[in-house]
């Protein structure tokens, strides 16, 4: 066989073992005959072997970073508020409440209470990191080669996917006690007060604590997928011997 069929014929097989891996990631109870794909598959490639342990080890780490590096930077003074992509303005449901009352001359009212919405945010942020890092433990050795070798936020959307629903019974409690502290049940009720004694409209009271803990939840995970991003295209922030290894297994 001459050099060039020998090379095509090689490029086959690393095309066939990836479908294999692909395959068994899908099946439960195949981790060893994904482990022995894997293997082969990175033998050829001169690598020592990746295998579906170091992957769902790999993943996990990855999202673990992603929420202390994501989380710290929220808990930061203005972490929310200076991010326009972050920042939690009135609720939508209750925006008609803010422009009647800014028309009334109530600015600083409304201002105060979306500062204290941020604020809550930023005091909860923190708490945020064992609730999503008991959720993270919970993936499946299954899943880790179809996030691997997805798109660059693939592990961040499985994880918001998987958790999602649990992840806003959890943090609610917290989000709860933080707008407590900073006053924000207290502005929020003031503000709700006032507009609800103006005469000849109905009476409203949005969940406001539901309201904060889910925009909180969407900007940890914004950061988690940036961070995620970072992880799959820079080598210099994978700081873990075993980021290298398995993000470095895929790097282009």
Known sequence: MDETSFNASKKLTSVYLLFLIIGFGACANSSNLLDEAVSI????????????????????????????????????????????????????????????????????????VI????????????????VFS?????????????????????????????????????????????????EATKYWSDVIGTYNQIPLISKVNPDL?????????DGLFIMVANEEQRIRENPAARTTDLLKRVFGNIAP
């Open 134 to 182: 008991s959720a993270i433990q919970k993936m499946t050795i299954q899943d880790a080669f179809s996030i691997l070798r997805g798109d660059s936020v693939a592990a961040t959307n499985y994880l918001r996917a998987a958790t999602s629903t649990e992840l806003s019974s959890l943090f609610s409690e917290p989000v709860s006690t933080s707008l407590e502290k900073v």
């Open 209 to 217: 604590n539901a309201y904060v803990t889910q925009k909180a939840i």
């Open 41 to 112: 598959f990175d033998e050829m490639k001169g690598d020592k072997p990746l295998t579906a342990a170091d992957a769902s080890l790999g993943i996990k780490e990855a999202l673990i970073q992603g929420i202390t590096v994501g989380a710290k930077a929220l808990a930061e003074e203005n972490g929310y508020a200076s991010r326009p992509q972050l920042r939690i303005p009135f609720p939508d449901d209750a925006k008609f409440i803010e422009d009647r009352l800014r028309s009334l001359g109530l600015n600083k009212e409304m201002d105060r």
């Open 115 to 130: 500062s204290s919405l941020n604020n809550a945010a930023e005091d909860a942020a923190m708490k945020a990191i064992p």
